[in-house]
Every structure is written in C-alpha cells, then in structure tokens.
C-alpha cells in the first residue's frame, strides 16, 4: 500500500515539473544572457560597426576632413589603379608579409617545443619568449633604433668584433625591409608562441608513450604526432599573421618613416599619409578597402588550403 502511496506522490510530482511553464524560463534565461551580451554589441555597432559602413560611404566620395565632400562614384578606386606609389607600398607590404610570416610561424613552434620540455626553469624561457610582446611599439622601436646605430649600436659592434665592417641597417635600401623583420620576429613570435604552447599542452601524452614504445624518436614524434595534432592552431596562427603582416605600420614609420626612398613604405602607412597628410579621406578609405578585400581573399584560399588535408582523412 505503501509503495502504491509513493508511485502515486510521485506521478503527482511529475506532472507538477511538466506543467511549469517552460516558455517563461527559456525567455528569462534568454533576456539574463542578452542583458550581459548588449553592451559589447552597442559598444561593437558605434565603434567598429558605423566607423566601418562610414568609411566605405567615404571611399565613394571626394572627402576632406572639413567635412566637403563631392560624390565621385569609383573615381577614387580608378585613381588608385593608377597610382604607382599606391602598388609600391603595397608590395612592400606583401614583400615583408612573406618574409616574416614563415620565420614567425616557424620559429615559434620551435619555441614552443622547447619551453614544454619537462625540465627544471622552463618558466624562464617561457616568460623571456613572451616579453617582448608586451612592450609598446615606440618603446621596441626606440631599443632597436639604437642596436641598428651605424656609428655605436650593439649589433654592428659585434659584427666589428668577428672582422665584419659596418651595415647602415636603416639607410641602406637593400637592408632596411630585413632589419624591420628582425625587429618585427623579436617583438612579435611571442604571441603565437603562446598559441603553440596552449596547444602543445592539450596533446595527449598517451601518443608520446605509445610512440615511444613503437622506438619512434623524438623528430619521428614531432613530424607525426605534434604536428597533425597542431593543425588547427596551424591555421590559426598562419590566419592571423598574414592578417597582421599586411597591416604592419608602426615599425615601419617608427623606424625608417618609410624610407630610405620609400623602400620601406607600406599600404598603411600610404593611406595614414594620404588621409592625414593630404586630407583626402575618401581616397585613404578607398585604399583601406582594397586593402580589405586583399585580406579576405588571402584568408578564405587559407581556409581552403588548410581544410583540404582534414577532408581527405
């Protein structure tokens, strides 16, 4: 009789839970969850979102910062297909985007492998590699302003140490774009260290083991285990570098303004000098939107090239 009690207590009960109403905690649950998400989306809508939708109503039009502005159609986007400074530093963008990435990708994996190895102050390596990285532009371009110093910079006191002469590393045209990565991988390889690192230590050692136990070494390790378990961070670091890399200005202007003869001058800085120099905002915007679509079709043939090989296994 009991136990008929409590079936029934608890047929009661069920059908107690089933008839709250289900459509009021959904909706309260919903409003909690906006109520934290709409401040970033006002603060994303005026101050990323309408400076964007602006800068491409810009981009049609002859705009001055006194706010004149005469609509040109693609006049401005004509007049840049025919600019032969706009292409200049626009290779020189993609010039030093090709010649840094690799190195920045590269270099920190191998950091990377290093600071995880299971050994006593490994945290000193994984602190020193990350610095830099928290330093402002100007104060990094200030530091190596002074090791590039033709007369008493430190790096040319050491070539002089081995018997090498001199290299006037920011005045000589052939140099300057190699100084300005050298300067760029130390500043920056910390960042995507730290990616590398994050997805080293999420890796299963039980692969390790069982490669080991297989007589694998250490480079048959990494070339088949560390690496195609790194794929996607792979992606990500190479995404977000080429990003980076065809954005690059502080460097450059800090370091060089561009020259020597406009051999260091890249697209940024082109249109920072073209909408702050000249006062043509509507020409800058035309540019930083080319510059735009660059960067999405370079990123959507990565996605492509890096998705291929997980299609095929």
Do not use: C
Request: glycine residues 8%.
């Amino acid at each position: 009789m009991s136990e008929m009690l409590i079936q029934q207590e608890a047929a009661q009960s069920a059908r107690q839970v089933r008839t709250v109403p289900q459509g009021n905690v959904n909706w309260r649950t919903q409003l909690t969850g906006w109520s934290f998400v709409l401040p970033f989306l006002i603060g994303y809508a005026i101050f990323t979102l309408w400076p964007v939708i602006l800068g491409f109503r810009m981009s049609f039009y002859n705009w001055s910062l006194n706010g004149v502005a005469r609509f040109l159609g693609l006049g401005n986007y004509q007049e840049l297909m025919g600019d032969a400074d706009f292409w200049n530093s626009l290779w020189h963008t993609i010039y030093f985007t090709v010649l840094s990435t690799p190195i920045l990708v590269i270099l920190a994996f191998f950091l990377a492998l290093l600071a995880n190895r299971q050994m006593p102050g490994r945290w000193i390596f994984r602190t020193a590699f990350f610095i830099p990285v928290a330093l402002p532009i100007a104060v990094t371009a200030i530091i190596w302003n002074w090791l590039y110093q033709p007369g008493f910079g430190l790096i040319n006191n050491m070539l002089a140490g081995i018997g090498l002469g001199p290299v006037d590393w920011l005045n000589d045209a052939h140099v300057a774009m190699i100084s300005i990565v050298i300067m760029t991988v130390w500043w920056t390889v910390g960042s995507n260290f730290l990616l590398y690192l994050a997805g080293l230590q999420q890796v299963p050692a039980e692969l390790y083991e069982a490669a080991a136990i297989d007589g694998a070494g250490s480079w048959a390790k990494t070339i088949s285990i560390t690496l195609p378990q790194l794929s996607r961070i792979t992606m990500l670091v190479v995404i977000l570098q080429v990003i980076a890399s065809l954005q690059v200005f502080g460097q450059m202007y800090l370091l060089t303004g561009g020259g020597p003869n406009f051999a260091t001058r890249s697209v940024v800085e082109y249109m920072y000098e073209t909408g702050f120099s000249s006062f043509r905002m509507g020409f800058a915007s035309a540019a930083s939107y080319i510059l735009f679509f660059l960067m999405l079709i370079i990123t959507i043939m990565q996605f492509v090239f890096f998705q291929r090989p997980q299609r095929r296994a």
